[in-house]
């Protein structure tokens, strides 16, 4: 199947500062990528989706000017998480699928960010 | 919003015994349904894909199932190994998908 790499694996950051999160498709142009978060024991909740050079539409409850979502290629999206806080520690993974808006393409999973804010 | 439902929530089986896993959906215009496993601490192994328009996709000891029309899926597994230890989780295709909350599954030697 098609790889989709994330970076950082996992990352430690003081509270106030901003992290940046990459999902890039390697083998094949991601038209629209997906960014989920995991809390402990939870599962994988949709935070927002990204279609190449538009913007991010977000879940309800997702603040958007927390969680900056930049697609600006057709093989990389990127999360920033600004001014983190404790309660943003958590398991960002990252999806890109080769179809546009409505597509049955499959879609590919990056292998997840792990942010820890003290 | 839709909704995605797995049960049970946890599972626990003598190595050998084939076992089902449970996933509903609210609503049946889906693209299509992923199963995935997840490992403690890990990122997702994507498992099997179904379209909308199949019925099951099958690879090794795994078989999936889909019935649209009334939002449901399975995930059989056959001769349960403790390496098939995990959480699995089904991941449906509304054009965005939606996760499950997750069967973690125990796989007793």
């Known amino acids: 199947g098609a790889v989709v790499s994330q970076h950082p694996s996992w990352v430690i950051c003081k509270s106030g500062t901003s992290v940046k999160i990459e999902c890039r498709s390697l083998?094949?142009?991601?038209?629209?990528m997906f960014w989920y978060r995991q809390f402990p024991k939870q599962s994988l909740m949709l935070m927002a989706t990204?279609?190449?050079?538009?913007?991010?539409?977000?879940e309800q409850g997702v603040e958007k000017d927390k969680f900056l979502i930049n697609h600006a290629s057709l093989t990389l999206s990127t999360l920033t998480v600004t001014s983190a806080h404790p309660e943003d520690s958590s398991f960002y993974i990252c999806?890109?699928?080769?179809?546009?808006?409505?597509?049955?393409?499959?879609?590919?999973f990056g292998q997840g960010t792990r942010l820890t804010v003290v | 919003k839709q909704e995605v439902t797995q049960i049970p929530a946890a599972l626990s089986v003598p190595e050998g015994e084939n076992l089902v896993l449970n996933c509903s959906f609210t609503?049946?215009?889906?693209?299509?349904l992923q199963w995935f496993r997840q490992d403690p601490g890990k990122g997702l192994t994507s498992l099997l894909l179904?379209?909308?328009?199949?019925r099951e996709q099958t690879s090794g000891r795994l078989n999936a199932s889909l019935d649209k029309s009334s939002g449901r899926s399975t995930l059989y597994i056959a001769a349960s190994q403790p390496g098939d230890s995990a959480t699995y989780l089904c991941?449906?295709?509304?054009?965005?998908?939606?996760f499950g909350s997750g069967t973690k599954l125990n796989v007793k030697p």
């Open positions: 999806s890109a699928r080769a179809g546009g808006s409505g597509d049955s393409t499959e879609a590919f």
């Open positions: 083998d094949f142009q991601a038209t629209t």
């Open positions: 990204s279609n190449e050079g538009s913007k991010a539409t977000y």
């Open positions: 609503d049946s215009a889906i693209y299509n």
């Open positions: 179904i379209q909308s328009s199949q």
């Open positions: 991941a449906v295709n509304f054009n965005k998908f939606y």
